[in-house]
């Protein structure tokens, strides 16, 4: 009944399902399962960042993304009140797809994404990346089945499977990712543990429909609508305008109806379709691999809501493990191909929760001045009422104003990045500044064709030559070609290209992110194909690269 695969996928969320779409396009056999029988109705993620929207595009499914998501011409806006029919302190402006997408159009300075964010919500993600992945060759999704236990030897892995129908067996393949959500049986199958833990209070969730609460406030739509006051709140539009989920502090008594009236500031009609309660989380596992098992999304990093970086740092995960795994089992790829994704994601996954971090001491600090008679007209209340609103308008920015951290990031110390001298550009910089020192993204350019290069760019490594001769590159040409990986060679004769690149020649990996630079040819093009393909480790992570909080107690204690 399970046939045998190349990659086992454990998990049906968006992470796992990106991975599967993936490796199915790089024609790797995949099967991906999921215990549950159907995508369950529950609000989670609801945006999509600039760099998960590139991926999506690079995987030919951006488009389907955005039809199915949050209408292009509705406010992306932020606004802090005390209720909906309450004149917001402030109102964080940012804006529309439509808009975000004319700003990327009009400008080619390389501090844009190829691609601007897309709201959509899990619920409406999940099942829409169903549908690709089972239209996707060498994919086999199978909802309704069960991961129950896994061993690993040299040659693979065999996984022991229980489907809903009663139907039980085993199955064969190279390898296995655990994108299994934050009760990883894969992790715990392992004995990997996760160093953090709570951030803060447990929360309650209410998610219900109102058709007509659009008019029943004032504001008009926006994307959060942040309450503070005696019970701190945030109402959060899904992406069909008709939904909402409210998060708050659970302290007891929370009648979710009265919830409800009290952020709206009137009653309104609501069909309730879940409560429940959670608890915001900050960890990172102790390890992203052992052996052939990999961890990827929640499995392997839990993030506070605020920033965003949950799912898209999964997504992530999955782009830069699927090239990975094809390559290892096309056979082009050495065995530090495989090994790196733990030292380039795992990093990541701490610079992402330092970031999260960051984005959630933002917001609690313009809370901690909540004053009861903050409307009031006299003098007290004026000043408080002015300080409140600019701190609301300096730490609030800290969980949407990001770029530098979902496009800036950059691979440190990696064993398939070329170690060029020098002092880097700060990688944790928020704010986006576009750069190809080794490690990092390309930045997108519009070339003078009006064709974005990102476009123009290939399945397997890439080699630009920015007004360099193509005869420069026979030498890295003919050593990717004798180690078998494949290499395409693009010429830009663009000067814009050049100016923002600074480099006549720059090699990439299938994920864009720049393995070497240089205005000549690299003096040993065997060494760099070596490097680039994990055959040559050139050093190895620093212990500090990985995971920097030497005391993670210290880290939850300023949550």
Known sequence: MFDDTDVIVVGGGPVGLTLAIDLGRRGIRCTLLERREHPPMLPKMELCNPRTMEIYRRLGIADDIRAAGYPADAPMDVLVTTSLNDPPLLRLKYPCVNAAQAAIRDHNDGRRPREAYQRISQYTLEPLLKRLAERTPNVTVSFGCMLTDFVQDGAGIVATVASTDGATGTMRAKYLVGCDGA???????????????AAGPKLIQVFFRSDDLLSRHPLGPARHYYIFGTRGAVLVTQDDLRYYAINALAEPPVDPQTLIDEVVGRPVSAEILRVGYWTPMLVVAERYAAGRVFLAGDAAHQYIPT??????TGVGDAYDLGWKLAGTIRGWGGPELIASYDAERRQIGWRNLRASEAAALGGRGWRAAYYPSIRDNTAEARSRRAEMIRLIDEGQRKSHEMDGIE?????LDSPLIWPEPGESPDPNNPVY?????????????????????HDQIGEGYTLLLIGAARDEAAGILQAFGE?????????????????????RLILLRPDLHVVWRGDRAP????????????????????????????DPAALMNRI
């Open 183 to 197: 009760n990883s049986t894969v992790r715990e199958r392992l004995g990997i543990a996760v160093v953090g833990g």
């Open 407 to 411: 496009l800036g990031y950059r691979y």
């Open 433 to 453: 500044e576009p750069t190809t020192w080794p490690g990092a993204r390309l930045p997108h350019v519009w070339l003078s064709d009006g064709t974005a290069l």
């Open 523 to 550: 003096d040993n093009p065997e060494m760099l194909a070596a490097i680039a393909t994990g055959h040559h480790g050139v050093r190895h992570l620093r212990s500090d690269a990985c995971c920097p909080v030497r």
């Open 483 to 503: 180690r078998g990986a494949p290499l395409d060679s693009i010429e830009v004769p663009d000067t814009r290209a050049r100016n923002i690149y600074g480099c």
């Open 307 to 312: 920033g965003g970086f949950g799912m898209n």
